[in-house]
């Protein structure tokens, strides 16, 4: 790919979307004056319409006859006005006056047995059965008659009169802020009266005041004011700039493609000396620029609202505001490669709305729950696509984003990203499909069965993502079970039986894809002296400069020994499983896809992805570095074997020292740093080792790219010969 020519493409397209002034008003216009124009509105008509409910005296029904006094108190609270008998239907007034109507049994009193209820056993909200009574309240409420009605019921006033607990009962509507407001008033002037009853009582039977009520209950919220405005804000904020950068990319991708080609200049840009790489290249960047400025501005703008309309007591600091930012480029990026790859199926703009309709709706619903307050980040939500980073904006508004968890959040968000890029990449090679033609999905994905040879590495990469989602919801569903059964089924099950499921599948050569062919003698040799050496190269210098917390390290610790198992079980769970698992996805599936784009980057990002499957920020390092060893392995040995011995080692030497605790090794199994003299004599012998590999040779040379891949790369290489012909012939 020649950077010059994307560089090329990126810039017309840049000029050219930027020309379109309904492109600089969604960048410029409409960010700086929404949200200033939208809070100035909705701040004076809450304002006001507050100011107004609260000046205004709310009306009470009184269906029945007060106590002596109690009505001179609920006047004398202000802002209540009693209407006796208003809206009462004259049935229910009769049934009332006489006692025919009784209140309605209330619920069961919980047994006091001195013992606290568990959390999860909170009682059933109690909901009043149907009952004329209920039925006259709730019409009178909805007809606007009053707004609220007060049921003294009759034996009211004789309990009150022998120092006994009358009944009262509250009729408002909820959803009614006037009704509400009212129960409001209503409440605090019985709960004044009842005060003074009570005082009352106990003063005529010579009781120190407060016998009655024993202790008071002062609640007092420690939240910031800072946390308050960050709950309102991370409640909205996340899908409005999500919606907003799906706006960003929405247009643009399908100018850029279905725009084109109704303009005619697709078909003439294809027929220039570049390569469909370096066109999905521009245009997607073109694309993303955009969609970003877009993020950018609105993040801008929603800021500086904010920062005017509150405080400086309740202001969130502009901090917050950049990492949220930060948060929107993945999504910014899925958004522009999705909707790139979609819209070039469209012939022209209109059908480019209608293909990228039902990608979009789907994305907003996504964003759209965020605003539910029981949608929080946690492990579920931290794997869900375009809602792992609506939820991690709300929790870092909040000021609740844990490491672990915004660190999963982040993987798999730059993984979609990558996913997306790859599938417009795919769709950008079908010359037919970028002239307006129709192609099987399974053609344009590439899904189809093949005889032999070893998948791509979009395949490979796409393999990799569908393997941890499994990974990670099957995890939570076995999350009951004991330690080694989830270890077992996890690596069983979500990895070693999809990844031979993929490659027997789609009819890739188990030979080829997954390294299955014997080592030469010098390179397991090589491969034993890094399992058993490795750990002590590793341990001594990346935890040394890089140490996980000790917390983190004493549960890991933990959770190897899997809560006591015999050392067999361990050993079988902990070494050989991974062994055999692990490698067959990742130096097998994975490896053999990248070793397309060259062994480098074969090595470098399936030990990236091995770190990142481990799931954990304090493990990334140290298993990145095991990752690139056992990559190197594969490399010059051709198999996967070495790998899975130079694995198995490493990890069963870790599990015998947590499980036999040799008395040399207490110090470091306390937390203590590996000595240096180990740590170099780990390096010398893990240095051997290495040497050891790269003088080996593989057994048999892996296989050359199948046919049609082939061909597809000596085209790309006829384009660029006749581009730099062209562009010599210029010169």
């Known amino acids: 790919m020649r950077l010059a020519i994307v560089w090329t493409i990126l810039?017309?397209?840049?000029?050219?979307?930027?020309?379109?002034?309904?492109?600089?008003?969604?960048?410029?216009?409409?960010?700086l004056l929404l949200y200033p124009l939208f809070a100035l509105a909705m701040s004076k008509l809450v304002g006001v319409e507050a100011a107004a409910r609260e000046a205004r005296p709310s009306r009470i029904a009184v269906w029945g006859e007060l106590a002596e006094g109690l009505q001179a108190r609920l006047s004398a609270a202000g802002k209540i006005e009693l209407a006796p008998w208003a809206g009462a239907p004259p049935d229910v007034r009769e049934g009332l006056l006489s006692g025919a109507l009784a209140p309605p049994a209330g619920p069961a009193p919980a047994p006091d047995d001195g013992e606290a209820a568990p959390p999860e056993a909170e009682p059933a909200r109690w909901i009043e059965p149907e009952n004329p009574v209920l039925a006259a309240a709730r019409a009178a409420v909805s007809e606007r008659k009053v707004d609220a009605v007060l049921v003294p019921w009759p034996s009211m006033g004789a309990e009150l009169g022998r120092g006994g607990k009358g009944a009262v009962a509250i009729y408002f509507d909820s959803v009614r802020a006037d009704s509400a407001t009212a129960e409001?008033?209503?409440e605090g002037a019985l709960q004044r009266a009842r005060r003074a009853i009570v005082a009352d009582r106990e003063a005529e039977r010579g009781l120190p005041e407060g016998f009655s009520r024993a202790f008071d209950v002062v609640p007092r919220d420690v939240a910031a004011d800072s946390r308050k405005v960050g709950q309102i804000l991370g409640a909205m904020m996340p899908m409005l700039l999500i919606l907003m950068s799906l706006l960003g990319s929405f247009l643009p991708a399908i100018d850029l493609t279905a725009g084109e080609k109704e303009r005619g200049t697709?078909?003439?840009l294809l027929c220039a000396p570049v390569r469909p790489i370096e066109i999905i290249s521009?245009?997607?960047?073109?694309?993303w620029v955009i969609s970003l400025l877009t993020a950018l501005g609105n993040v801008v703008s929603m800021s500086l609202t904010v920062s005017r309309l509150l405080p400086d007591a309740m202001v969130v600091g502009p901090g917050?505001?950049?990492?949220?930012?930060?948060?929107?480029?993945?999504?910014?990026?899925?958004?522009?490669?999705?909707?790139?790859?979609?819209?070039?199926f469209a012939k022209d703009f209109k059908d480019g709305q209608n293909a990228l309709m039902p990608a979009y709706l789907p994305l907003s619903l996504l964003a759209?729950?965020?605003?539910?307050?029981?949608?929080?980040?946690?492990?579920?939500?931290?794997?869900?696509?375009?809602?792992?980073?609506a939820v991690l904006i709300k929790a870092l508004f909040v000021g609740e984003a844990p490491a672990d968890l915004l660190f999963t959040a982040l993987v798999s968000s730059a993984l979609y990203a990558c996913l997306a890029l790859l599938f417009a990449a795919r769709v950008f090679e079908r010359e037919s499909v970028l002239l307006g033609g129709h192609e099987p999905a399974r053609a344009v994905l590439g899904l189809g069965r093949r005889a032999?040879?070893?998948?791509?590495?979009?395949?490979?990469?796409?393999?990799?993502?569908?393997?941890?989602?499994?990974?990670?919801?099957?995890?939570?569903?076995?999350?009951?079970?004991?330690?080694?059964?989830q270890l077992a089924v996890s690596q069983v099950g979500f990895f070693l039986v999809p990844t031979l499921a993929l490659v027997a599948g789609f009819g890739y050569s188990p030979r080829a894809t997954l390294g299955l062919r014997p080592a030469s003698v010098r390179g397991l040799a090589g491969a034993l002296l890094l399992g058993v050496a490795a750990w002590a190269a590793i341990g001594g210098t990346v935890l040394r400069w890089f140490p996980a917390p000790e917390p983190f390290a004493r549960e890991l610790g933990e959770l190897v020994l899997l809560g006591g198992q015999p050392y067999p079980v361990v050993l079988l769970l902990v070494a050989v499983t991974p062994a055999v698992c692990e490698e067959l996805l990742f130096r097998g599936l994975v490896y053999a896809g990248l070793r397309r784009a060259g062994p480098a980057v074969a090595i470098g990002v399936s030990a990236l992805l091995f770190g990142l499957a481990h799931g954990s920020v304090y493990r990334l390092l140290p298993t990145f570095s095991l990752g690139l060893a056992l990559g190197y392995a594969r490399h010059r040995t051709g198999s996967v074997l070495p790998g899975a011995l130079l694995h198995a080692l490493n990890n069963g030497l870790a599990v015998s020292l947590l499980y036999f605790k040799p008395s040399w090794a207490q110090g470091l199994l306390e937390g203590e740093l590996l000595p240096w003299s180990v740590t170099f004599a780990g390096m010398v012998v893990s240095l051997a080792g290495l040497l050891l590999l790269r003088f080996s040779a593989p057994s048999a040379p892996e296989p050359e790219p199948e046919p049609e891949a082939k061909a597809k790369m000596d085209e790309r290489e006829r384009r660029g010969g006749a581009a730099g012909g062209s562009s010599a012939a210029q010169g």
């Open 11 to 31: 810039r017309k397209e840049l000029v050219e979307s930027l020309r379109d002034r309904r492109t600089l008003v969604r960048l410029v216009v409409v960010p």
């Open 184 to 186: 409001a008033r209503l």
């Open 266 to 268: 697709m078909q003439t």
């Open 282 to 287: 521009g245009k997607f960047l073109a694309v």
């Open 320 to 344: 917050t505001f950049a990492l949220t930012f930060v948060l929107l480029v993945p999504v910014t990026l899925l958004f522009s490669a999705l909707f790139l790859a979609l819209a070039v």
């Open 368 to 389: 759209g729950i965020t605003a539910l307050p029981v949608v929080e980040l946690n492990p579920w939500t931290a794997y869900a696509p375009v809602l792992n980073i």
């Open 452 to 485: 032999g040879g070893a998948p791509s590495a979009g395949f490979s990469l796409a393999a990799f993502a569908g393997v941890q989602v499994l990974f990670f919801y099957g995890s939570l569903l076995i999350a009951r079970t004991s330690v080694a059964v």
